[in-house]
Structure formats: C-alpha cells, structure tokens
C-alpha cells in the first residue's frame, strides 16, 4: 500500500536554532513531493516541491531549504529558525494529492 | 495565477441537516481539478471529493456532493444529513492538470459547526 510519513508530530525549537523535518513515502516510485506550511486560522502555503532526486523548485522566498537526498525522501531545513517559522507543516504527495500528519513547530 | 476565494469564514449546521459551502476560483485554463479536503482539529487533511473539469457530472461521495458550475467557476460543497463528526475546518482547492508537478492553490477555508 501507498503510505506517507511525516515527524515529528510537534517540535518546539528556540529561535536561531536549526531545524530539520522528514518526509517519506512508501509503496511507490518517483513521486511528486510536497512542502505546505499553514499559519494558524490560515490556509495552506506552498513552500517547495520537487520531483525527483536533488529537484527542488521553491515557491516563495524564505528563511528555509528543501532536499530531496533519495527518492522517496523529502526534507524541509533551516540553518537558523525565526519567530515567523512557526506554523504548521505538511508533506504531501500527489498521488491521490495525500498528506502527512503534519509537523507543529514552535519557535519561541 | 490562480486564486481560490471561500467568502464564508464560518458557518452553522444543526444535526441531520444540509449545509452547503461556497467556494470560486480564477483560472485561464480549461482543464484542471478541483478538491474539497476536511481538517478536523487533529489538523490531518483529509480529501473529501475531487472533481475533473472535464467532467460534466457532479461528483458524489456518500453524503457530499459538490455543484460545478464551470462557466461560472464556482465549486460548491453540500454536506446532507449533518452529523457532529463534520465538524471541521473545509479547504477548497486547485490544482491545473499540465505543467511538471501538481500544485494545489487552496482557500482561506470555512469553519462548519454541527450544532444537536
């Protein structure tokens, strides 16, 4: 079966730290991969997508990175957080447009 | 680009009733889906329906159902017989059929209340 994987559940981070969260898909092969924030009450950002092995395309310019080290992999990076990072992020993969759990990031 | 507007911030269902959740979109392609997905509180993004543009027929699923009204570009949730486990937050969304990946322009969402 096609599952998606995301963690941690909840992250809580002081600012200027680093920041490093994963994403990974089973059950297929060379998937369209996903980055969304969503900032509380809001919807849902785009931040990168990528797809395949080190594409990564950023939709809009900010304090993050984004990796795609092995096929099925997804990272989502920052060398040192802001206050603004904090937000809710979900991986996505689309086939059957399906999401991760999703990350709670706290930066205090 | 494209845009995607849910004009109601909230709305109220009573229990076993039929609520209906407006969403327009601004696109110059003439292919493309459209979603509606449901985020309970544990924030999960669940697809409810999907809809091919291409499509003429409405698509069903179960109690949800949606009114595509192409030319008008408006996508309409309806929700029959509402039971407490709807309520949620409920995103609208795009995504065009071309280009290399998939990406999903979505609302401001709507936050539906299932009241006994």
């Known amino acids: 079966s096609q599952t998606i994987h995301q963690w941690p559940a909840t992250l809580v981070q002081p600012v200027g730290s680093p920041l490093s969260l994963e994403c990974t898909v089973e059950?297929?092969?060379?998937?369209?991969l996903y980055w969304y924030r969503q900032a509380a009450g809001r919807g849902l950002q785009l931040l990168f997508y990528?797809?395949?092995?080190?594409?990564i395309s950023s939709e809009v310019p900010q304090n993050l990175s984004a990796s795609r080290p092995q096929d099925r992999q997804f990272i989502l990076s920052s060398k040192k957080l802001l206050l603004s990072d904090s937000g809710f992020y979900l991986c996505?993969?689309?086939?059957?447009?399906?999401f991760g759990s999703g990350t709670r990031l706290t930066v205090v | 680009a494209q845009t995607v507007t849910q004009s109601q911030p909230e709305m109220s269902v009573q229990e076993a009733e039929t609520v209906t959740l407006s969403c327009t979109y601004d696109?110059?392609?003439?292919?493309?889906?459209l979603f509606w997905y449901k985020q309970p509180p544990s924030r999960q993004m669940i697809l409810v329906i999907r809809?091919?543009?291409?499509?003429?027929q409405n698509a069903t699923e179960n109690r949800f159902s949606v009114n595509f009204q192409k030319a008008a570009k408006s996508f309409s949730l309806k929700i029959s017989d509402s039971q407490l486990g709807d309520a949620a937050m409920y995103f609208c969304?795009?995504?065009?059929?071309?280009?290399?990946?998939?990406?999903?322009?979505f609302g401001t969402g709507t936050r539906l209340q299932v009241t006994l």
């Open positions: 996505a993969w689309d086939q059957g447009y399906t």
């Open positions: 059950g297929t092969s060379n998937p369209n």
């Open positions: 990528s797809v395949g092995i080190g594409q």
């Open positions: 969304a795009y995504r065009p059929i071309t280009g290399t990946a998939s990406k999903l322009t």
């Open positions: 809809q091919e543009a291409y499509k003429q």
């Open positions: 696109t110059s392609e003439s292919d493309y889906y």
